[in-house]
């Protein structure tokens, strides 16, 4: 693939070398292949290569790779472009062919069936283009141009014309050829077909219009492409030259020689040209730039096969030989041993002008670096180690602190600062000093190093005070190490060593009563700022603001990038730049309001986070580093900072849809959740805060949090991203609910409640059917009660009753008269005070029926005898039953079964209790039930028989049960020789009582 790319021509042009901070991602990070074609950012905000080897999608942390398992059944693929209303990514295959990207699977487009009867057998090398519409065109050789709209259907809007064409498509020009097409012998327009004067026709079909124009030819016209550059201008490179239109008018012409894979125009203005032949990206400011060859070059000895600006203004360049590279501020340089810096270590800058800065190199002397021409200067080498500079630009002298001593440099010769007690002593050259601090008023400058310290006067250049001579603290010179020194815009002098700080006074060193045990630890170095804050850069304790009374730190929870500071400037508007090994800070400090605090480091592109070093004119700022000079344009922070997308996954391996309320199983609540932030310049190293249901917030670079175990309800998981610039995104959010077990769901509660209601109202209706038919029982009760009291006054008993006693009173049997009439009467009282009760005893029913049936056989003169008998263990006291039930059946023995009889007759009663019940027999001797010639009527009825039937069947509760059973009494010759009643009185218990 990469020899149909690039056509290793030579270089042209004024091409310059700086160099940027690239990342590079090759097939051993992730990319599918090293040789790629094109870049697309799309909507989402991902960045997706096509390869020789498939397409990939980043995320900035890894690459997701996709080929022939997910629908792309050719590998090689050349173009993207983003469907913007759908989201669908379409690519463009070596052959033509296209194919789409939705929902993690690629799909061949409908259209391909036309592309293959053309006899797709050939190199796509013009783009594709995607409309506003959804309509897509392809330019195939031989063919012209076709469209195809939103269903599949194709137009051929250019076909069988013999020349190249350019079609202006809103904000795309597409090239056509077609003049390979077989054409008739008879066409020989030299306006129209190629001719023998080497000559070509060309057609613009634009917005504005078709023209059309002959121009001449060299050659085989190989990677020729158009470009729209704007409504009105369109290039076109052919036959190794540039031609530039201007409303279908030829504007200008240049050779160019080298092979252009791609255009890109930015929103500046500026024109960027992707070259084959390992001829990198050339960046024109203009038009007119390209028409002159003024341009910048990047990436040089790679061939660009395509480039891209992010949406973070961050640069992408792919390569057909050495992948991806990526910049993520293309206005930061940086200046090494890759430009001819000695080495890479820079340990300290002095600037010059805007343009120029000296350099102080450890192992590598002192140079001076023109930045826009790249031009190093190397200064005489007087020491392999320079670790401070301080230049006097109205002097022109450049003071230096090289191998611990103080040199000057003036008319391109260093001078070495002679310790004045020992001006001819070889043994001792001159004053120590490691690091200069010119003070704000710029006329002192001192110089600190491991044996104290020295008062320079930098306009005269002598050294005024040294501590080795003359501080005047004891008899003993001082020669303790200090860190730093400074002379305040008030006149006061502050000196900084590994005890903390000091103030100067007449010649002594004076402690600080100041309780701040950061004033008494380690202190590297000071800086004054406008309002006479004083600064302190301290090891462990962060920075210390100092004015007056009032004391201030900041430290890595206010977003200091350490609290082990390196070293401070204070720029000349109050800005104060922080150098530590964790990174640079730029610090806006205020009394009255919250400190500001922003980070560079190499998520903004330093090639370190070990700071040695800064100094800043302007807006323009210069880092050493150790690993380069570091230089760049400081603008206001990035307020922006990508909110986090979401992915949600089971433990058992279930996904959902962060962008909907998920609803998850309680056995299956075990939540995987992924999240990242679209944060290029981070390098994967981006800080996020997460928490759930607006507890604590958690910090972490995990894009992963596992929830195990999650608690049954709705949860509310919260994350943010924080971008290079310490600013935090808005929220995302995932919104689910662990559903409960059924038996704990509310649909089950709901249930259970409607059922238990549903049960209550049910047994409520039952006990109300219930006590309806008790409360109709007992009224029915009643009034068999009343039919049975009128039943028992059988009227035909009470007249033979009478008649019996006025026949004694005829015959004069006034004894017998008297004692029926009594009995009579007890009888009679006794069964209306049985009919006014509910119950009675049994031995009461027991009266009533010896009375009942001693009134009869007086009636009947003896002509019959009766017994009444107890089964054993019967009390007939405790027992109470509903009373006359027994009474009816008595008086139909007496009536129906002796009546008939002179003599002899026999009724039996007996009495004898049955679980749950009381059996009562009646038995007679008379003629039995089925007795011919009998002297009842066949039509006679007993009501007190039928209502005390009915009474028995509501006492024993079954209604449709057999309470009363009759039967003959057979001798032992099978004859009848009686009648058998059974009555069974169903019995309950009543407090200590048993009734019925």
Same mark, same amino acid.
């Not at 200069?436 to 190093?449: E, V, Y």
């Not at 009343?786 to 006054?793: D, G, K, P, T, Y």
């Given at each position: 693939m990469l020899g149909l790319l690039a056509l290793f021509l030579p270089a042209w042009g004024m091409a310059q070398s700086n160099h940027f901070a690239y990342r590079q991602f090759t097939a051993n990070d992730g990319l599918p292949s090293s040789e790629v074609y094109d870049i697309l950012q799309d909507?989402? $905000?991902?960045?997706?290569?096509?390869?020789?080897?498939?397409?990939?999608?980043?995320?900035?942390?890894?690459?997701?790779?996709?080929?022939?398992?997910?629908?792309?059944?050719?590998?090689?693929?050349?173009?993207?472009?983003?469907?913007?209303?759908?989201?669908?990514?379409?690519?463009?295959?070596?052959?033509?062919?296209?194919?789409?990207?939705?929902?993690?699977?690629?799909?061949?487009?409908?259209?391909?069936?036309?592309?293959?009867?053309?006899?797709?057998?050939?190199f796509c090398e013009i783009p594709f283009y995607l409309d506003s519409l959804g309509s897509i065109y392809v330019s195939l050789s031989a063919h012209g141009l076709l469209q195809f709209d939103t269903t599949g259907k194709v137009d051929f809007l250019l076909s069988g014309h013999y020349s190249k064409s350019v079609y202006e498509i809103e904000n795309r020009a597409i090239l056509v050829f077609s003049d390979s097409v077989s054409r008739p012998v008879s066409v020989r327009n030299p306006e129209e077909v190629w001719n023998e004067k080497g000559q070509f026709p060309l057609d613009l079909y634009l917005n504005s219009g078709h023209y059309k124009m002959i121009l001449p030819r060299k050659g085989y016209p190989a990677q020729s492409s158009a470009f729209r550059v704007d409504d009105k201008t369109v290039l076109l490179r052919?036959?190794?030259?540039?031609?530039?239109?201007?409303?279908?008018?030829?504007?200008?012409?240049?050779?160019?020689?080298?092979?252009?894979?791609?255009?890109?125009?930015?929103?500046? $203005?500026?024109?960027?040209? $992707?070259?084959?032949?390992?001829l990198g990206l050339r960046r024109y400011k203009s038009l007119e730039a390209i028409r002159t060859g003024i341009f910048e070059s990047y990436l040089q000895g790679y061939s660009v096969s395509h480039f891209i600006v992010d949406q973070d203004g961050g640069y992408w360049f792919s390569t057909t030989e050495a992948g991806v590279f990526y910049l993520a501020d293309p206005a930061l340089k940086i200046y090494d041993q890759s430009i001819g810096l000695p080495v890479d270590y820079v340990s300290s800058i002095a600037l010059k002008n805007q343009d120029a800065c000296y350099i102080g190199l450890e192992g590598g002397g002192v140079v001076l670096l023109n930045t826009e021409t790249e031009k190093i200067s190397p200064l005489p080498n007087v020491g392999?180690?320079?670790?401070?500079?301080?230049?006097?630009?109205e002097a022109d002298v450049l003071w230096a602190a090289i191998n611990f001593k103080i040199y000057s440099f003036r008319e391109n010769q260093w001078q070495i600062c002679r310790d004045k007690l020992y001006p001819n002593n070889a043994t001792r050259l001159g004053y120590q000093a490691r690091r200069?601090?010119?003070?704000?008023?710029?006329?002192?400058?001192?110089?600190?190093?491991s044996f104290g310290f020295n008062e320079i006067n930098f306009e005269k250049g002598e050294v005024v005070f040294s501590s080795l001579h003359d501080l005047r603290n004891g008899t003993k010179a001082y020669n303790f190490r200090t860190l730093d020194a400074i002379t305040t815009r008030n006149g006061q002098v502050f000196i900084a060593n590994t005890n903390g700080l000091f103030e100067l006074i007449n010649q002594e060193l004076v402690a600080l009563n100041i309780d701040h045990p950061a004033f008494h630890a380690r202190i590297e170095a000071i800086e004054e700022l406008p309002d006479s804050t004083l600064v302190l850069g301290s090891k462990g304790y962060g920075l210390l603001f100092w004015k007056g009374d009032q004391i201030a730190v900041l430290t890595e929870s206010d977003g200091l990038s350490a609290n082990m500071i390196e070293n401070l400037y204070a720029a000349g508007d109050g800005v104060l730049w922080v150098g530590t090994l964790n990174g640079l800070n730029k610090v806006n400090w205020s009394w009255d309001r919250a400190a500001s605090i922003r980070v560079f480091s190499t998520a903004n592109g330093f090639p370190t986070n070990e700071i040695n070093c800064v100094k800043t004119r302007g807006d323009v700022v210069w880092v050493a580093t150790t690993k380069g000079l570091v230089k760049f344009s400081w603008s206001q922070p990035r307020l922006h900072s990508p909110a986090p997308i979401i992915k949600v996954a089971l433990a058992s391996g279930g996904v959902f849809d962060p962008g909907r309320k998920a609803y998850v199983d309680y056995k299956e609540n075990n939540l995987i959740i992924h999240f990242l932030s679209l944060n290029y310049k981070m390098n994967g190293q981006i800080p996020y805060r997460y928490r759930l249901n607006s507890d604590d917030w958690v910090f972490t670079k995990s894009t992963t949090v596992h929830f195990p175990s999650m608690q049954v309800g709705q949860q509310e998981f919260e994350v943010q991203a924080q971008n290079e610039d310490g600013i935090w995104s808005t929220s995302s959010f995932f919104v689910f609910q662990i559903m409960p077990p059924w038996w704990k769901s509310w649909w089950f509660k709901f249930l259970a409640f409607f059922t238990c209601i549903?049960?209550?109202?049910?047994?409520?209706?039952?006990?109300?059917?219930?006590?309806?038919?008790?409360?109709?029982?007992?009224?029915?009760?009643?009034?068999?009660?009343?039919?049975?009291?009128?039943?028992?006054?059988?009227?035909?008993?009470?007249?033979n009753c009478l008649n019996s006693i006025q026949n004694y009173i005829l015959q004069n049997e006034k004894k017998e008269a008297i004692l029926y009439l009594g009995r009579f009467a007890t009888l009679v009282r006794s069964i209306l005070n049985a009919s006014a009760s509910g119950n009675i005893s049994l031995h009461e029913e027991l009266k009533l029926l010896t009375n009942y049936l001693d009134l009869e056989k007086l009636r009947f003169k003896d002509r019959f005898i009766y017994t009444v008998e107890l089964a054993p263990g019967l009390d007939t006291f405790d027992l109470r039953i509903p009373p006359l039930l027994v009474q009816p059946y008595v008086e139909n023995a007496v009536l129906h079964g002796i009546s008939g009889k002179k003599e002899g007759g026999i009724v039996r009663v007996c009495f004898e209790a049955k679980p749950g019940f009381l059996e009562v027999t009646i038995?007679?001797?008379?003629?039995?039930?089925?007795?011919?010639?009998?002297?009842?009527?066949?039509?006679?009825?007993?009501?007190?028989?039928?209502?005390?039937?009915?009474r028995l069947k509501l006492l024993s509760g079954n209604p449709e049960g057999e309470a009363v059973h009759t039967e003959n009494v057979l001798d032992e010759n099978a004859l009848i020789c009686g009648t058998r009643v059974k009555v069974r009185i169903g019995l309950q218990k009543d407090n200590s009582h048993s009734e019925i």
């Open positions: 909507k989402l $905000g991902y960045i997706w290569f096509s390869t020789d080897n498939g397409v990939s999608r980043f995320d900035g942390y890894s690459f997701q790779n996709y080929g022939v398992v997910q629908g792309l059944k050719e590998p090689v693929v050349f173009y993207m472009q983003e469907d913007r209303e759908k989201g669908r990514i379409w690519m463009q295959s070596l052959a033509g062919r296209l194919y789409y990207f939705e929902k993690d699977s690629i799909y061949p487009f409908s259209g391909n069936r036309v592309l293959d009867s053309l006899g797709l057998e050939q052919i036959y190794e030259k540039l031609w530039a239109f201007q409303e279908g008018k030829l504007i200008w012409s240049i050779p160019y020689p080298d092979p252009i894979n791609f255009w890109f125009k930015d929103q500046d $203005g500026s024109i960027f040209l $992707g070259l084959s032949a390992r392999g180690w320079a670790y401070d500079l301080v230049y006097n630009q200069l601090h010119l003070s704000p008023q710029k006329s002192t400058l001192w110089a600190t190093s549903s049960i209550g109202i049910l047994i409520y209706q039952y006990r109300m059917r219930q006590l309806k038919h008790e409360n109709d029982m007992q009224r029915q009760m009643v009034e068999l009660e009343r039919s049975a009291l009128q039943a028992q006054m059988n009227p035909h008993f009470i007249f038995e007679d001797n008379g003629p039995g039930i089925q007795i011919e010639n009998t002297t009842i009527p066949k039509n006679y009825k007993s009501f007190g028989i039928s209502i005390t039937r009915d």
